[in-house]
C-alpha cells in the first residue's frame, strides 16, 4: 500500500526527471466509479459474498460479474449466478455438479464443478477479485487471481494467515493490490491515508468482544455452539463467528495486518469496543490518531474496495453516534481469551506458526461446532499444534504457496488425530 505524498505541487521540470506517480487528487476524488468494472466473487454464497451482490445490485451498472463460486449450496449458487447475471459458475464440491447444472438450465449460465473450476473462475475475466471463500479453501483460487494480476478485494484472512509470505511477494511480482474487505483492517486502509508506514506509531484494531465479553472463564468453557453463533453486532458465517466469541479471529486479524501492511507485530494492538463503531485506528508519530469509523455493516468496506479510489452511494447502513451514545474500550482479557494471546504468540514465534495456528483452528472450530469439543479446547487443541510444530522443527516459514498447503495439511491430520473419537457428543 506504499502510496506518494505530495507536499507541494509539482513542477514541470520535476515532473520531467522522474517517473508518473499517481497524483492525490485522482485517488480520492469522489468521481464515480469507471464503469462498468468487471467482478468475479468467490464464495458468492456466503455472507461476504450475500453483501457483495447487494452493493453490486444497488449500484446501477457500475459493475458486471463474469463469474461466481461457491462449496457445495449449488441452489444458491445457481440463484446468485443469474441475479448477477454471470456467464459462469462453479461449485467446489463436484458432488454438487448435476443439481448446479440442472438449476442453472436455460440460464446461459455456463456450469463447472471442482477445485480447478473454482481456479477457473477466479480466472475469468474481471477487474477485481472478491476473495470470500471461507477458510483455507481460499488459498489457492486466490491466489491464481493475484498471479494473474488481478485486484483482489480480500475478505477471507485465512489466505494471509495460511501464506501470507508468499502472497504479498506475489501481490509485489504482479503489480497488484491487494485491498482488504475486513472492516478493521479497510478502517486501518482508510485511516492511514497517505502516510507513510514510518510515520506510524501503532495500529489498533477492535474487537466487539462477542457474546462471551463478560462471561466468566467457567462459563465460557461450556458454551454452546449456539451461544456461539449469537453474535451480538455482526452477521457473519458461522467459522467467523466462532472466532469472534473466543477472539482467535481478533489474533487472525492481528496478523492479517501484520503481512498486508507490511508492520511489525510491535506495532499492533488489539482493544476491546463492544459498539462496534470505532473499527480501526492508526496513531501517528507526532501523536495525532485517525480512526475508521462506520455502523456495523460489511456493505461499507465492499463498497470501499470495489470503487476504489471512488466512492459509490450504497444504502449501508449510516452511522449513528448520537443513537450511539457512548464508545468506550477496553484491554483484552488473555486469561478468559487464551486464543488471542495463542496468535499473537505465534505470530511473534513466525517460522509458520501462523500456517500452524490457521490450520488447527480450522479443524477445532469445526469440531467444536460438530460438539465434539468444548469451547476452550479450540484454544487448547491450536497451543497444542504450535507448540508441537515448534518441537519437532516442522515450523517453518513457508516461502510458497504449496510450501504453507503441506504445512497445513500436516497439521489438519495431526489435529484431527487428537480429537476424541466417536460420535459428537449432544
Ligand atoms: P460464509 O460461511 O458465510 O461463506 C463462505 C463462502 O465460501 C460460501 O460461499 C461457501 O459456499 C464458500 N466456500 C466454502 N468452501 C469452499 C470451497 N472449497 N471452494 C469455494 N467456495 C467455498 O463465510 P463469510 O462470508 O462469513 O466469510 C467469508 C470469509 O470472509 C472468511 O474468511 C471470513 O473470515 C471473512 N470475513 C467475513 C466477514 C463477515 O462479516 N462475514 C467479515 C470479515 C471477514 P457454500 O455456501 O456453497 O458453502
Ligand atoms: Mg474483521
Redesign the pocket.
Known amino acids: 500500500m506504499k502510496k506518494v505524498v505530495h507536499l507541494r505541487p509539482k513542477s514541470a521540470h520535476e515532473s520531467a526527471q522522474e517517473p508518473p506517480a499517481p497524483a492525490r487528487e485522482a485517488f480520492w476524488a469522489p468521481a464515480p466509479c469507471a464503469a462498468p468494472r468487471s467482478l468475479v466473487v468467490?464464495?458468492?454464497?456466503?455472507?461476504?459474498?450475500r453483501s457483495t451482490a447487494e452493493v453490486v445490485k444497488g449500484a446501477s451498472g457500475a459493475f458486471t460479474v463474469s463469474a461466481v463460486?461457491?462449496?457445495?449450496?449449488a441452489a444458491?449458487?445457481a440463484r446468485t449466478a443469474v441475479e448477477l447475471g454471470a456467464a459462469f459458475a462453479a461449485?467446489?464440491d463436484p458432488a454438487a455438479y448435476r443439481d448446479l447444472k440442472a438449476a442453472l438450465a436455460g440460464t446461459g449460465v455456463e456450469a463447472a464443478a471442482g477445485?480447478e473450476a473454482?481456479v477457473e473462475a477466479a480466472l475469468r475475466p474481471a477487474d477485481i477479485v472478491v476473495g470470500?471463500?471461507?477458510?483455507t479453501?481460499?488459498v489457492a483460487p486466490t491466489f491464481a487471481a493475484l498471479q494473474a494480476g488481478r485486484t483482489v478485494a480480500l475478505?477471507?484472512?485465512?489466505c494471509l494467515v495460511c501464506a501470507g509470505p508468499a502472497f504479498m511477494k506475489q501481490a509485489a511480482a504482479s503489480g497488484t493490490r491487494l485491498l482488504p474487505?475486513?472492516?478493521e483492517h479497510n478502517a486501518v486502509f482508510q485511516a492511514m491515508g497517505e502516510a507513510d508506514l514510518a510515520a506510524v506509531e501503532m495500529i489498533t484494531l477492535t474487537a466487539s468482544g462477542g457474546p462471551f465479553r463478560a462471561w466468566s472463564f467457567e462459563a465460557i468453557a461450556a458454551a454452546t455452539p449456539e451461544q456461539a453463533l449469537a453474535h451480538p453486532n455482526?452477521s457473519?458465517?458461522?467459522?467467523?463467528t466462532v472466532d469472534c466469541a473466543g477472539l482467535m479471529n481478533k489474533g487472525l486479524e492481528v496478523i492479517e495486518a501484520h503481512y498486508i501492511f507490511g508492520i511489525e507485530p510491535e506495532r499492533l494492538d488489539v482493544l476491546v469496543h463492544p459498539q462496534s463503531v470505532v473499527h480501526g485506528l492508526v496513531a501517528f508519530t507526532d501523536g495525532s490518531v485517525s480512526a475508521g469509523l462506520a455502523a456495523p455493516d460489511?456493505k461499507v468496506p465492499i463498497a470501499h474496495c470495489l470503487a476504489f479510489p471512488a466512492r459509490l452511494k450504497t444504502k449501508a447502513r449510516r452511522l449513528d453516534l448520537a443513537g450511539v451514545g457512548q464508545l468506550t474500550f477496553e484491554r483484552p482479557d488473555f486469561a478468559r481469551f487464551p486464543a488471542l494471546r495463542v496468535a499473537l504468540d505465534a505470530l511473534r514465534a513466525g517460522r509458520g506458526l501462523p500456517t500452524v495456528l490457521n490450520a488447527a483452528n480450522e479443524i477445532a472450530v469445526a469440531a467444536f461446532l460438530e460438539r465434539r469439543i468444548s469451547f476452550h479446547e479450540i484454544a487448547r487443541l491450536v497451543e497444542e499444534a504450535c507448540d508441537g510444530a515448534l518441537g519437532d522443527g516442522v515450523a517453518r516459514e513457508p516461502e510458497t504457496v504449496a510450501e504453507a498447503l503441506e504445512i497445513d495439511r500436516a497439521v489438519r491430520e495431526r489435529t484431527s488425530a487428537r480429537l476424541p473419537q466417536g460420535a459428537a457428543a449432544s
Do not use: F
Not at 470470500?132 to 477458510?135: E, N, T
Not at 457473519?236 to 467467523?240: E, F, V
Open positions: 468467490l464464495g458468492a454464497t456466503g455472507s461476504i459474498g463460486a461457491g462449496g457445495r449450496d444458491a449458487l461449485v467446489a477445485p473454482v470470500a471463500i471461507v477458510g479453501a481460499g475478505a477471507n484472512k485465512e474487505v475486513d472492516s455482526w457473519m458465517g458461522p467459522k467467523i460489511m
